[in-house]
Nanobody, 128 residues
């Protein structure tokens, strides 16, 4: 079974940057679209960004557009979320998730119900 491990979270001041990583254990991610989600205390989990299995298509929530960048490495074993100009409202536990995709090379989603494999999450706290 595909296992995902997030890393890179931490405490950062407003305006700072972090890069989150999502690594697959025992599998490559060639045939998976990846989504990044976050959940703040008392709020529902929300989609932040997604990337297609080829990397040719990406999407972002309006709240992070222009500040966050999703990418995947050439070996397609790790997906990254580069976060810039962080704001206190970005504080949340960030999760990555994978959805198997065979033919739709440019499909990605930011809907939680489209994903069956989830990581354990990494805490991001933006505070002065």
């Amino acid at each position: 079974q595909l296992q995902l491990v997030e890393s890179g979270g931490g405490l950062v001041q407003p305006g700072g940057s972090l890069r989150l990583s999502c690594a697959a254990s025992g599998f490559t991610l060639d045939y998976y679209a990846i989504g990044w989600f976050r959940q703040a205390p008392g709020k529902e989990r929300e989609g932040v960004s997604c990337i297609s299995r080829t990397g040719g298509s990406t999407n972002y929530a309006d709240s992070v557009k222009g500040r966050f960048t999703i990418s995947r490495d050439n070996a397609r074993t790790t997906v990254y979320l580069q976060m810039e100009s962080l704001k206190p409202e970005d504080t949340a536990v960030y999760y990555c998730a994978a959805a198997p995709v065979t033919f739709a090379r440019y499909w990605c989603s930011m809907m939680t119900h489209d994903f069956g494999s989830w990581g354990q999450g990494t805490q991001v706290t933006v505070s002065s």
